[in-house]
């Protein structure tokens, strides 16, 4: 099937020579707090993305692809920029990007690429200065009523709808997965809901009597308290919920795409932030760097893997042809930047972190062997290489290793006998972060209301002492 998949790309690439190269549309769909093993692309047994399933057939996609941090806005920003949280310093409420720092969407706009963004979450609103670059950039700012996925399609479609001939740049991001404020958490419409979660079990109440919500879930953090399992199964199912809901909308958005003849030459990069915990290591909700937590989709698929027009990328006579299939190429968010910039033949901006998976879409060897992690005030920060995976709580100095190829779900931890590849793995770590403090760029800091405080922490946004 590999080499059929390449023969069929390398024919889609013959076919494309006849013309000249022209910049391919780029499109970007993020979709809020997605665990990359609920989905079957990644091995999930239940059928919550089809949609999504669909895409991966016509991509590349990344096994072991993996956040910065479990947090919206330092991930996004790492994505937007190409730079570690502890380098851009956009970590926690408040912080903001540097204006010296370029982002994806400038590079993109100074190729005369039309931009958009349509957001669904207060850590990407505007005031973080992610909005830079983007000509058009709509966000819904209503930190209680988050907008849904589908009426997020219909503003997209509108602004579709009005583009003039040329390259465009797009940014999706889809909040339905994420908790609910106060609903269900993972509130997904009745249709879904009913389909993969049913009735909640008995007893599944908060003390003032209401079913129980995000809220709900951050005092169990706070409280220690364990769930029973059937609660816990409960609350999972009503994740994949959401999920099937809005991998139904990224089919609808697709589709609707194709139908306008906007897909075709298309770059289509389907990622997650960070993902979500149902007490694996003893919390819910999204506060660890674990790999419920860290690890992501991340599905790149480029136009002649859809037997589109192509290729997508600028002709090198050194790539061999990118072909759909699977990689265990280690990736992050901050790798999108410089691969996207390497594809289109733009200048991969100085300081830049990530590295290009272009590579990688020929079957080259890998561009990174390691991953690092980190959470807004640095509780938690982490490495990966090697399939050995380091996690340090800096208040305590404690540390854990898991080795991720026998142990992926980090239950056993194998420190006491490995203390030589934990203080390789402490010092590796330690050297990436006193490289980032050395180059950090900080922007202003915005001044948050405490209404607005209140708010993200009953969505489970706890506002943490930094860690020494």
Request: hydrophobic content about 40%; proline content about 8%; aromatic content about 8%.
């Amino acid at each position: 099937m590999a080499v059929a998949a390449l023969l069929l790309a390398a024919l889609a690439c013959g076919d494309a020579g006849d013309e000249p190269w022209r910049p391919p549309d780029v499109i970007v769909i993020s979709v809020d707090t997605l665990r990359a093993d609920h989905l079957p692309t990644y091995g999930y047994p239940r059928p919550t993305a089809p949609h999504i399933d669909a895409l991966a057939r016509t991509a590349l996609v990344f096994e072991r692809a993996y956040s910065e941090a479990p947090h919206t806005l330092p991930s996004h920003t790492s994505l937007f920029t190409g730079l570690y949280p502890g380098r851009h310093g956009v970590l926690d409420r408040g912080d903001t990007l540097a204006p010296e720092v370029p982002t994806l969407a400038e590079l993109l706009a100074a190729q005369g690429y039309q931009t958009a963004a349509f957001t669904s979450c207060y850590f990407l609103t505007p005031e973080f200065r992610l909005e830079r670059g983007f000509a058009h950039y709509e966000f819904a700012n209503d930190i209680e009523s988050p907008r849904s996925a589908d009426v997020t399609n219909q503003a997209i479609l509108a602004w579709i709808d009005t583009l003039r001939d040329g390259p465009f740049f797009l940014f999706a991001h889809y909040f339905d997965v994420h908790s609910d404020w106060d609903r269900l958490p993972y509130d997904a419409p009745e249709e879904y809901r009913r389909r993969f979660a049913g009735d909640p079990p008995a007893g599944f109440r908060t003390g003032n009597g209401t079913v129980a919500a995000t809220r709900w879930l951050t005092l169990q953090n706070r409280d220690g308290s364990s769930l029973r399992a059937e609660e816990l199964r409960y609350i999972e199912h009503l994740y994949d919920a959401g999920i099937a809901f809005t991998d139904a909308q990224i089919g609808v958005l697709l589709d609707a795409l194709a139908k306008r003849g906007r897909l075709d030459r298309a770059i289509i990069v389907l990622v997650a932030d960070h993902g979500e915990e149902f007490q694996e290591h003893g919390k819910l909700l999204h506060t660890q760097v674990y790999n419920e937590e860290l690890r992501i989709p991340l599905l790149i698929s480029l136009p002649e893997m859809r037997d589109g027009r192509g290729p997508a990328c600028r002709p090198r006579p050194a790539l061999p042809p990118a072909a759909a299939g699977r990689t265990r190429a280690l990736a992050q968010h901050v790798d999108l930047l410089p691969t996207l910039a390497d594809c289109l033949g733009i200048d991969i901006p100085p300081g830049v972190q990530g590295r290009s998976l272009l590579p990688v879409f020929g079957g080259a060897a890998p561009t990174r062997n390691a991953a690092y992690f980190d959470t807004p005030r640095g509780n938690q920060i982490g490495i990966l290489r090697d399939d050995w995976k380091l996690i340090e709580m800096p208040a305590s100095g404690k540390r854990r290793l898991y080795q991720i190829d026998q142990d992926p779900r980090e239950q056993q931890d194998v420190s006491a006998r490995e203390p030589a590849r934990v203080e390789a793995l402490a010092a590796d770590l330690a050297a990436h972060r006193l490289e980032n403090e050395a180059g950090r760029v900080e922007g202003a800091s915005v001044a948050v209301p405490e209404s607005v405080h209140k708010a993200l922490e009953s969505l489970g946004y706890v506002r943490e002492g930094a860690a020494p």
